[in-house]
């Protein structure tokens, strides 16, 4: 069993930063491929990032690329979330995700095992 748990979320200016962390449990993310994803108030939740256990191989939605930066440290057993250039939109609960299947970086939340509590960012205007 994994457990995983998402910190750094907070309320900040539209353009402001934040890094978001995921610390897990239980047993070693090395070779999980890891997620983040984000729902917001009324809407489903939607892909964020991606990246396969190499740490090479990265995805992420159109919607924040080029602002956000995914990246991991499997020694730390910890993935985290650079997140630049805020909008307003960008305003959700933030969910860090594991897959344990072997492939390509999955963009459905319903490929993913585990899955940390979230951890709210608001950005305001």
């Known amino acids: 069993q994994v457990q995983l748990v998402e910190s750094g979320g907070g309320l900040v200016q539209a353009g402001g930063s934040l890094r978001l962390s995921c610390a897990a449990s239980?047993?070693?993310?090395?070779?999980?491929?890891m997620g983040w994803f984000r729902q917001a108030p009324g809407k489903e939740r939607e892909f964020v990032a991606g990246i396969r256990w190499s740490g090479i191989e990265i995805h992420y939605a159109d919607s924040v690329k080029g602002r956000f930066t995914i990246s991991r440290d499997n020694a730390k057993n910890t993935v985290f979330l650079r997140m630049n250039s805020l909008k307003p939109e960008d305003t959700a609960v933030y969910y860090c995700?594991?897959?344990?299947?072997?492939?390509?970086?999955?963009?459905?939340?319903?490929?993913?095992?585990?899955w940390g509590q979230g951890t709210q960012v608001t950005v305001s205007s």
């Open positions: 239980g047993r070693t993310l090395s070779s999980f491929t």
């Open positions: 995700a594991a897959d344990k299947a072997i492939g390509a970086i999955s963009t459905t939340s319903r490929s993913y095992d585990y």
